[in-house]
């Protein structure tokens, strides 16, 4: 399997035997004026325009393709793919710095119906169900399917598969990230709470295989009870297949969210509880410190409630600890 990502993604594969890293560089001069010949044609007064394209993107093929489409759309380039030529002078384009800047101003040219349209996609993740955008885009079908159309024809999305379901997916990652960075903060909470009710009533028999996306969606809609709830549920799901350190990434957000609902003796004990679920995704991991310490903040919780059975919980798990890093003389002292 080939998986690519960007830099800053931080990743535990390196040790493993079956992993092999392949640096993906920027095109090299000659390549990247390949690549531009196929886009814009070889007109020799283009010449001036591709070296500085070369020279502003690097090579990056995304961001030179992006470039194009933007002299395109600006009417700087007119004619057709393969065939254009200059309608301004070189000297009077501005080729913005990065490629992200770039996307953003094609976003911002979109008539305004089609721009909510993708950032309402962007929501939903990189891949789109047709069904779930028609759920929360508040379109007709005919229009929203016409809209659909103009942005795989822009080249912000693709058409995935047809089946069994209709999806779209980003044309690449940084597009889904532009568009969805592009949103205001009510606006993007407004539409993953949006998300969760249309999951909730197109998959009610089946919720568990949307469960993570219920998960993600409810807590960033700060739908906060519903998001304690999939979040935990999609903690159990990720330890029954031993994914430890993604039920741990689950259950500390379950614990974030359950901050924000008011405090009561079930939320309390909801709150001992996740950390009881979270010494047990910590425990494979061998994070001894971090488990002692969600031990303690459950020993402290449950002794403020006078809670005898959730007590002798955090007694036998901190016997475990004890026995585990050798700390007998603290097992000694465990009530």
Not at 153 to 172: I, M, N, R, V, W
Not at 321 to 333: I, K, M, P
């Amino acid at each position: 399997m080939l998986v690519n990502y960007r830099p800053e993604y931080q990743h535990s594969w390196g040790a493993k035997t079956y992993y092999s890293q392949l640096r993906l560089d920027a095109l090299p001069a000659e390549s990247a004026g390949e690549l531009l010949e196929s886009l814009v044609g070889s007109d020799p007064a283009l010449a001036p325009l591709k070296t500085l394209l070369i020279a502003r993107t690097a090579g990056n093929p995304l961001f030179l393709e992006e470039s194009v489409r933007t002299l395109v759309e600006t009417r700087a380039l007119v004619g057709t793919r393969g065939a254009h030529r200059l309608a301004q002078p070189v000297e009077a384009i501005q080729v913005p710095a990065t490629v992200q800047s770039i996307l953003a101003s094609r976003i911002d040219r979109l008539p305004l119906h089609e721009k909510r349209l993708l950032q309402s996609a962007a929501v939903i993740g990189k891949d789109i169900p047709f069904a779930l955008l028609q759920g929360i885009a508040e379109l007709p079908e005919e229009e929203l399917r016409r809209g659909l159309t103009h942005l795989q024809g822009a080249e912000f999305l693709y058409e995935a598969s047809l089946f069994p379901d209709l999806e779209y997916t980003f044309k690449h990652a940084l597009t889904h990230d532009v568009a969805y960075g592009s949103l205001l903060q009510d606006r993007r909470r407004e539409l993953h709470a949006r998300v969760v009710e249309t999951i909730e009533a197109l998959y009610s028999d089946r919720l568990s295989e949307q469960i993570e996306r219920l998960a993600h969606n409810a807590f960033r809609g700060e739908a906060w009870v519903k998001a304690v709830s999939y979040l935990r549920q999609a903690a159990a799901k990720a330890l029954a297949r031993s994914a430890n350190r993604e039920a741990v990434a689950y259950l500390e957000q379950a614990l974030a969210a359950l901050t924000h609902v008011p405090e009561s003796r079930e939320t309390l004990e909801l709150a001992i509880d996740l950390r009881f679920d979270l010494r047990s995704s910590l425990f494979p991991l061998g994070e001894t410190e971090a488990m002692l310490a969600t031990l303690r903040e459950a020993e402290r919780l449950a002794g403020a409630l006078g809670d005898p059975r959730r007590l002798a919980w955090v007694s036998i798990y901190m016997s475990q600890y004890s026995w585990v890093t050798g700390h007998f003389d603290g097992g000694a002292e465990v009530r």
